[in-house]
C-alpha cells in the first residue's frame, strides 16, 4: 500500500487546517486509519484513531479539537484541526493498518503553528 500525505502548513495559533491521506494498493475500507505526530526531540503520539467499522479514539490533547473521519468511496482520511496551539507544530504522519495487522505509513506533512 501507499500513503501520501497532505495539508500541512503553515498557521497562526486558533486556526484550523485538514489534513488528508490518501491510500492505494490496498483495501482501504477494511483497514483502520491513525494520525500521528512527532515534534523535534519527542517521541511519535497517536493523535486520533479511526476503526474500520468508524470507531474513533483521540490522544487526551486534541480531544475535543481535532476530528478524524474516513470517505471509503474516496480511499482517504483527513484528520480536522481546529483551535490550534504553538504545541501543535510537529510532523503529522497518517498510518493504515490492514485486516491483517500490516501496517503502513504515509511520508509525513509538516504543521507549524505560529504564536
Known amino acids: 500500500a501507499q500513503l501520501v500525505a497532505s495539508g500541512g502548513g503553515l498557521v497562526q495559533a486558533g486556526g484550523s487546517l485538514r489534513l488528508s491521506c490518501a491510500a492505494s494498493g490496498t483495501t482501504f475500507s477494511n483497514s483502520a486509519i491513525g494520525w500521528y505526530r512527532q515534534a523535534p526531540g519527542k517521541p511519535r503520539e497517536l493523535v486520533a484513531r479511526?476503526?474500520?467499522?468508524?470507531?474513533?479514539n483521540y490522544g487526551d490533547s486534541v480531544r475535543g479539537l481535532f476530528t478524524i473521519s474516513r470517505d471509503n468511496a474516496k480511499n482517504t482520511g483527513y484528520l480536522q484541526m481546529s483551535s490550534l496551539k504553538p504545541d501543535d507544530t510537529a510532523v503529522y504522519y497518517c498510518r493504515l493498518t490492514t485486516i491483517d495487522s500490516y501496517l503502513y505509513w504515509g511520508q509525513g506533512t509538516q504543521v507549524t503553528v505560529s504564536s
Open positions: 479511526i476503526s474500520s467499522g468508524g470507531l474513533t
